[in-house]
């Protein structure tokens, strides 16, 4: 049974994984974190075998616990697999949504569509590019929602999550969002491929949903893809052979 102190360890830590504050390939000392929260090892040890489950940490033999980091070839086999179960979650959203459910889909996609509108316009893009992004995490949660698949949704939101820690800090960046004017016309992309998602949902249309969904999370994991590629690189030319160390400058 889980104590009351390893809920907290387990709140305290993964607060911390999500905002950044432990980035991906962080060490997790189960005495120094015992000695943060003011908690004994055991709830701490508790609560990395639970961030285990959840993705968010990796445990290793002698090497202990650390934040979840992923290769370029393991970032690419979540991917695949978020692809996969979103692609086919607005399918059955299409088969199985109720009217309430079309409701909520709606409103998220008029308001996204009322925020691409005002950003066109506004010297305040980056609280309206924050109220954007609460109303695009509504939109999908609304058709996983309508799905009416309960294991579907806890493993997508999962997946979500890992890929939120090994994006850290942002996600990807174009060189076509570097202006405001390719900002803006990636957002009214963006918002056609909700509203081909939302039409093939509200007309019962599985086999539109499937792939107007499919080209739309392809289309974001192309992006963090090269983000992730980008990142691995970087950190590849940071690595020097035990030749090179030997060199004294």
């Known amino acids: 049974m889980k104590s009351v102190n390893s809920d907290v360890a387990y ?8 905002n950044g504050e432990y980035p991906p390939g962080r060490g997790l000392a189960t005495i120094t974190l015992a000695e943060e929260i003011g908690v004994s090892r055991t709830p701490v040890r508790d609560a990395l075998r639970q961030l285990e489950s ?30 996969a179960l979103e692609s086919h979650a607005a399918r059955l ?10 409701h ?16 066109a316009t506004s010297a305040d893009e980056r609280r309206l590019t924050a109220e954007m992004g609460r109303e695009d995490v509504r939109f999908h949660l609304a058709i996983i929602s309508a799905a009416k698949n309960a294991l579907m949704k806890k493993e997508i939101l999962r997946l979500h999550l890992i890929n939120r820690v090994v994006l850290a800090p942002s996600p990807g960046s174009d060189p076509e969002s570097d202006t405001k004017a390719g900002r803006d016309a990636h957002r009214r992309l963006v918002l056609q491929s909700h509203d081909a998602i939302f039409r093939a949902v ?28 980008g990142a691995e690189a970087d950190q590849a030319g940071k690595e020097l052979t035990e030749e090179e160390l030997s060199y004294t400058p």
């Not at 959203?93 to 079309?102: F, K, P, V, W, Y």
């Open 93 to 102: 959203a299409a088969i199985n949504r109720t009217d309430s459910d079309l």
């Open 104 to 119: 909520e889909i709606a409103q998220a996609l008029e308001a996204m569509r009322r925020i691409t509108k005002a950003i």
């Open 11 to 18: 709140d305290y830590i993964r607060k911390r994984i999500l």
């Open 54 to 83: 959840d993705g968010l940490v990796t445990i290793q033999p002698r090497l202990g616990a650390s934040v979840t980091r992923l290769s370029l070839e393991e970032y690419r086999e979540l991917c695949e697999l978020r692809l």
């Open 202 to 229: 509200e007309q019962r249309e599985a086999n539109a949903a499937h792939a107007a969904m499919e080209e739309h999370i392809q289309d974001i994991i192309n992006r963090s893809v090269r983000t992730v590629a």
